[in-house]
């Protein structure tokens, strides 16, 4: 399958590049971006050194025939502009949220769904916030067993503001310092909501993000009101015993662990009505592009995490 990706430039686009450019089932045939056009990939982003040859384009939508499958890695609000001017006929995957739970496009939260992605040609991949929660959350969901709000805090490392810098992500404002910030007002809570509900019960979120001195991945907590007798580990066990990229830990997951990788490791306990649900996920890999390659293996006929195993570099 030969892919196109829009926003070659930042971080989501790079990262995505990375993974197609190791895919043993598709091929990235086109990089476009706005500020490094007429540079050569490899040398926007020289870690891909010997790995491609492809020079940037800039956009100009006639190119985007030779394409598949176009992946949209472009900031919030950009993609809906772009989508009229795509080709007939050309599939499109969206990684921003201008898409996600809007009439006539698939939310991709591969990990659970089991539907058919091979006729569709509009996917919208979750954002990074919202997928690590939402996989904490939906198999709770899905049995109808949340009874109250549910509180979640997390963590994110500075790509998730995007490669343009800004005062929140400024190096001397983030390293040796934490806050909270967009306290109960998060972009991602009525994501999370609207899945919640679409997976089978609808949940009130109060959710407070941290800003942490990381470049990279997100490590939440929630703490989910059950029913004394439900066995949290058994629920969130099954949802997700043919899921791969999931995993359950035994002991509170490692950002490391998951950095660079498709993998969300998971912990979950329980104590005085309350099941408490750690999570991990790497903000660019799972919380972005690995997620966006899960959907496009979907939409191939592939398993959906063809290419995706890969271990993390430790230490």
């Not at 196109?4 to 043993?24: I, N």
Request: proline share 7%; hydrophobic share 45%; with cysteine.
């Amino acid at each position: 399958m030969n892919v196109g990706v829009v926003g070659v430039s930042g971080y989501a686009g790079s990262e995505l590049c990375r993974w197609l450019l190791d895919h043993p089932q598709f091929e990235l045939a086109l990089a476009v971006g706005r500020s490094s056009a007429g540079q050569r990939l490899d040398a926007v982003h020289p870690g891909l050194a010997g790995l491609t040859e492809l020079t940037v384009t800039p956009w100009e939508p006639e190119r985007l025939s030779s394409c598949e499958v176009v992946c949209l890695a472009v900031p919030h609000g950009q993609a809906r502009g772009l989508v009229e001017q795509i080709p007939h006929g050309v599939r499109i995957l969206d990684l921003s949220r201008d898409h996600r739970h809007v009439e006539g496009w698939r939310y991709g939260l591969v990990d659970w769904t089991d539907a058919d992605f091979t006729t569709l040609d509009r996917v919208a991949v979750p954002g990074c916030f919202a997928t690590c929660i939402a996989l904490m959350l939906a198999p709770f969901a899905a049995q109808h067993a949340i009874r109250g709000p549910v509180a979640v805090s997390g963590c994110t490392g500075s790509t998730g503001a995007g490669a343009s810098p800004g005062r929140g992500t400024h190096h001397p404002e983030r390293a040796v310092n934490l806050r909270a910030y967009k306290m109960l007002t998060h972009q991602h809570t009525p994501e999370i909501e609207a899945t919640l509900a679409a997976v089978g019960q609808p949940a009130n979120l109060l959710f407070v993000p941290l800003s942490a001195p990381l470049d990279r991945g997100i490590l939440a907590t929630a703490f989910v009101p059950i029913d004394a007798d439900l066995d949290p580990q058994a629920v969130v066990r099954e949802a997700y015993a043919q899921a791969p990229l999931v995993r359950l830990r035994t002991e509170s997951p490692h950002l490391r662990h998951v950095r660079g990788t498709a993998f969300a490791d998971l912990w979950v306990g329980a104590q005085h009505g309350q099941a408490v649900v750690i999570g991990a996920i790497d903000n660019l890999g799972k919380g972005a592009a690995t997620q966006a390659v899960q959907c496009l293996n979907r939409m191939a006929g592939l398993p959906a995490h063809l290419g995706l195993r890969r271990a993390p570099a430790l230490p």
